[in-house]
């Protein structure tokens, strides 16, 4: 279990598989469930340029671990990772890596659903575009 | 009694200010009113305290964070 | 959209990293959802210790392709990737890698959630595990 | 007429044949009982007309190719 808040640019596919490796873990696990959400560079019609990424560092990691707490209460995962961007990011650049580890894939396939959800509606982080020259606060997240 | 304040994102912007300490309060709503001179309330904004989101009736004690923020647009 | 089915050993994350990179659809993806699957050294309380994994390759090759565009009929997925082991596998390999990526999130994750239903339950693959000294055919996938 | 059979699996390893050639039928069943000389249908055999799933009273013509086979358990 790991939560890790970047400030600096990571590779998802490369940030999951050191992960996997360093848990020691392969073999036990059948089935690895993820979700990658990163930077479009057009949003609600608007092209963005930039973003920033602001959150409550202290809220963020407690609410991250109190996620992944809860996904294992509710489904039999063997490891679960959650990795949030921060600050200045660039279109194409990752925002967010989830991923999870089970025996069989419905638990991890499910709480990998649900820990996206709960982070996109609950954990405190806060996207600024820049959308041609002006700074612009996103209001809401898509409902999917 | 001494209440630590927090603004996060747009509100920040709006109320003009990141952090401030407060010395009376007894729910997070009295907070609000003092700490931003009784700004109006967005209707969606949401309140923790503690790390912990909370209501705006919620109470408050000595030593509490009460932080102020829109709704969260990560992931 | 690609199909791989290859008999060599892969690593599920560098060809998910890498098909990614060739599609050079950066910037137009919010989301990537995946599901890897791959060999516990146990199954059903018997421990295994290889695979050998046949297939009907014209079939197989057909049926991933059919699966694929079906996914891209039902959702607005940008792109996709399904690669399948063939041949001897090890505890741990990889045997299956779906990824998916579409604009935002629920696309991704449905289509990724449906493609390894149906796979699992359609494709002509065929398991046969060695238990101890005997090698028996699974009978039946797992129902999650 | 000439039709291809296929076998795969356990199926395969129960008729202990891969593949074979028959010259006359009319459905994937007569195919089954003909190739097989007559050997007892699994209840949940699964069927493949030129690798398309087909059922066993699925008709067949001249150079169609027709594979049994187990529940599949890929992935």
Redesign the interface.
Known sequence: MAIIISEQIFDPWKLISKHQQQSQLASQFGATASFIGSMRDFNDDHEVSQMVLEHYPEMTQRYLEKLEADAKRQWPIIDCLIAHRVGHINPADAIVVIACWSAHRRAALDACNWLIEELKFKAPFWKKETRNDSDVWVEHNTSG | MSIQV?F???LR?QIGLADSIIEQASTADEVWAIATDNAERPDNMLV?IN?E?AKLNSSVSDGDEV?F???????
Chains 1, 3 share one sequence.
């Open positions: 927090k996060f994102a747009s912007e923790a790390l989101y932080a923020f829109p709704p969260v647009t990560g992931g």
